[in-house]
Each structure stands twice: as structure tokens, then as C-alpha cells.
């Protein structure tokens, strides 16, 4: 039986992707695990990225938003999404332009019930490794674009009270397989025109937002419940599925 897959993706300013974004892993992933749920991340964002992940949220009863009041990094998004994620497997997605969702199987078909597996965006170049730390103590492991990991392996790594770095204690301890190369998607600059429409929509939810929304508060309690909001794309939504698509 196929495991149950939590993939959590930590989001900044990402108002023009995020749509897209979730739409394909929707797609994609389900097929690769026994059930599946996407926990968005809202990291601090300053644009309308909260609101947007809000009406993704409502139109897909699989999506659960969560809310840092500043900027934490990937780690801790990690950390807040274990609170109310159930996925047996965690996959870690940290949204950049390069993201493609149909790369994702690679990590789950070479995936272990005692391994992590990290992904990596490959360029024409390929990627460059960072200098090594000039004495004193070695710099710690940067987290790969993608990391699929087994949940109890997140638990132990909890329970060590934040003493290693995430990728540190999976490597210390023997979990990591070697990285998996991924080739990226071919980017796209949103058009000036949605970007402002996205700004001119949502200016006072934002402002509202700074002042009352609670750190880490889930935004729908139940992921796999229906919302009370009634189903169905508004005209924004489907400007962004409209531009995600290319038309």
C-alpha cells in the first residue's frame, strides 16, 4: 500500500505561481501516494500571496494554508507544518521559478521507508557547490530545493530540540541518499497588468492581515472537510489559471 504524502511548500511573495503551482502537484502527485495534502506555507510574505493561497485553499478541500507573521526560512515552515500535517511521507517543495511539479515522481520511485531523498534543480550548468567554511565550525547543510523524508524521521529530528540542522541530522545518522537530479521549468515573468490587479485587489485584506492574523493559525481548521465558501474559481482565479496556462 502506497504511503500517505504531505507536501509542504513554504511561500514568499510567490502571488503569480502559487495558483499553478498547486493545480499541478494536484495533479501529478496523487497517483504517487495513498492520499495526499498540500500544506502551504505563507512565509512572511508582503504581497497578496496570503490572499491568493486563501481562495486556493477554499477551491481545494486538499490544501491547508498556514501563516508565519514574518520570515522564518524553510526549516521552520517545516516545523509549522508538522503541527497539523498526516502525511506517513513529507515533502518539502521550496517554491522558486524553477519548480515543476512533473519532476516529483523521480524522488517517490527511488524513496525508502528508512531514507530521505533530496532533489536538486539542475541548470544548463548544472548546480555550484558553495565554498567551504575558512576555520572555525563547518558551515551547516543547505536544504536541496526538495526533500522527500519520512515523517517519524521529522519527529526524531524535532525531539533533538532544534540541536542540528535538519539536513545535518539526516546525514549523520545515515538517511540520506544521494541527491536526484531534476530539470527545471523554463520561467515566465507575469505580466505587469495581473501583478498590479493582484495589488489593487487585495491592498486592504493585506493591511487587515498584518494586524490580526495569529502566527502559524491554520486558516481552515479541517484540511479534508468542505469550507463553508461556496466552490467554484471567482474572475481572479481564473485570470491566474489563464495566465499559468499561457493564454
Not at 508582503?46 to 508565519?68: C, I
Not at 517545516?78 to 511539479?101: F, I, K, N, V
Amino acid at each position: 500500500m502506497k504511503p500517505s504524502l504531505s507536501v509542504v511548500v513554504p511561500l514568499h511573495n510567490s502571488q503569480t505561481s502559487l495558483v499553478r503551482l498547486t493545480e499541478e502537484l494536484l495533479e501529478v502527485l496523487p497517483e504517487m501516494a495513498g492520499g495526499l495534502e498540500v500544506v502551504l506555507v505563507d512565509d512572511g510574505s508582503t504581497d497578496a500571496t496570503v490572499e491568493v493561497a486563501q481562495e486556493v485553499s477554499l477551491n481545494f478541500p486538499q490544501v491547508l494554508l498556514l501563516v508565519h507573521r514574518s520570515r522564518l526560512g524553510a526549516e521552520e515552515s517545516l516545523r509549522s507544518a508538522m503541527r497539523y500535517a498526516h502525511g506517513e511521507q513529507m515533502l518539502l517543495c521550496r517554491e522558486t521559478g524553477e519548480l515543476d511539479p512533473h519532476e516529483l515522481p523521480k524522488l517517490l520511485s527511488v524513496a525508502t521507508v528508512d531514507s530521505a531523498v533530496p532533489g536538486q534543480w539542475q541548470g544548463s550548468l548544472g548546480s555550484i557547490p558553495r565554498a567551504p567554511a575558512i576555520g572555525g565550525k563547518p558551515q551547516a547543510m543547505e536544504l536541496p530545493d526538495v526533500l522527500l523524508v519520512p515523517r517519524r524521521m521529522l519527529v526524531g529530528w524535532r525531539q533533538t530540540g532544534g540541536r542540528n540542522d535538519l539536513m545535518d541530522y539526516l546525514k549523520t545518522r545515515g538517511y540520506l541518499k544521494p541527491t536526484v537530479a531534476l530539470r527545471p521549468r523554463r520561467q515566465r515573468r507575469a505580466p505587469a497588468a495581473l501583478v498590479n490587479l493582484l495589488q489593487r485587489r487585495y491592498a486592504e485584506q493585506a493591511a487587515a492581515r498584518a494586524m490580526t492574523v495569529r502566527r502559524d493559525a491554520p486558516v481552515n481548521d479541517n484540511v479534508t472537510g468542505a469550507t463553508n465558501r461556496p466552490r467554484g474559481s471567482s474572475r481572479l482565479m481564473l485570470r491566474l489559471r489563464a495566465f499559468a496556462m499561457g493564454e
